[in-house]
T-cell receptor, first 113, second 112 residues
């Protein structure tokens, strides 16, 4: 167990809908990164939050947005869902100040129909 | 561009044997960290081993060891005495001043 918890574990949404995924970071960590992992692929970086501010973004459109809260937990929001958004969404918790490795949650499997 | 290449999409190994997974990467940075992550069917990405680029000594973690060749930008993972529980996807990744960059993974099957 890494101490990083994601919810929900599975989700089915309809094209055009909006979704919110949640992640609680490991105690002592102040950085949360979100990754999208399509079937048969490695994780792709979406964005990172450090002390409640977005601190880097991958090649994802603005309909992917996020938040980080004072307790360092985080949300990933996706608007106007598309079929290609179907993937495993991984949250990773780390401490930027100590440059430690990232600890991952178990992921949220999103299916868009 | 910073990239990671895993040239073996799938591999298999007999239980108790040794297997080596390959990884090459490309970065212009001199300071970085390299990782191997394991992703079993449960989906959780689990850190297997980590290597600091400034250390010449290869990292070892129980049955797992790496062969880090900095000049060649190569970072292979050796699994000794393979066990059925090692069956999983294995991802090579590195981090510099950017978030983790992952390869596409190698699916390892350990056969009884």
């Amino acid at each position: 167990e890494t101490g990083v918890t994601q919810s929900p574990t599975h989700l089915i949404k309809t094209r055009g809908q909006q979704v919110t995924l949640r992640c609680s970071s490991q105690s002592g960590h102040n950085t949360v990164s979100w990754y999208q992992q399509a079937l048969g692929q490695g994780p792709q970086f979406i964005f990172q939050y450090y002390r409640e501010e977005e601190n880097g973004r991958g090649n994802f459109p603005p309909r992917f947005s996020g938040l980080q809260f004072p307790n360092y937990s985080s949300e990933l929001n996706v608007n106007a869902l598309e079929l290609d958004d179907s993937a495993l969404y991984l949250c990773a918790s780390s401490s930027r100040d100590r440059n430690t490795e990232a600890f991952f949650g178990q992921g949220t499997r999103l299916t868009v129909v | 561009a910073q990239t990671v290449t895993q040239s073996q999409p799938e591999m298999s190994v007999q239980e108790a044997e040794t297997v080596t997974l390959s990884c090459t990467y490309d970065t212009s940075e001199s300071n970085y960290y390299l990782f191997w992550y394991k992703q079993p069917p449960s989906r959780q990405m689990i850190l297997v081993i980590r290597q600091e680029a400034y250390k010449q000594q290869n990292a070892t973690e129980n049955r797992f060891s790496v062969n880090f060749q900095k000049a060649a930008k190569s970072f292979s993972l050796k699994i000794s005495d393979s066990q059925l529980g090692d069956t999983a996807m294995y991802f090579c990744a590195f981090i510099t001043n950017t978030p983790l960059v992952f390869g596409k993974g190698t699916r390892l099957s350990v056969i009884a």
